[in-house]
């Protein structure tokens, strides 16, 4: 199991969006939690009204390995 297997997915929490958090546009932190963005001017949307978007947390970790990576082998 390699390091590269472990991707931590994240959701915008302004158009609601998931992606990997290394693909993030930006970030920003609120109350204590990091938020990311997938672009500039959703973290522009999310600065001018916060208490709008960060009812919840939006940091996810998904440790849990998806089976799709069959297809990813290659092997019948
Ligand atoms: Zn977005």
Not at 28 to 37: D, K, L, T, V
Not at 57 to 67: D, L, W
């Amino acid at each position: 199991m390699s390091a590269s297997d472990m991707k931590t997915s994240v959701e915008d929490p302004v158009c609601r969006t998931t992606f990997d958090v290394a693909d993030a546009a930006a970030q920003e932190e609120h109350e204590g939690w990091a938020y990311f963005f997938c672009s500039i001017e959703c973290r522009q949307k999310f600065i001018r009204q916060p208490a709008k978007f960060a009812s919840k947390p939006t940091i996810i970790a998904h440790k849990t390995r998806r089976s799709r990576a069959r297809s990813k082998a290659g092997q019948p």
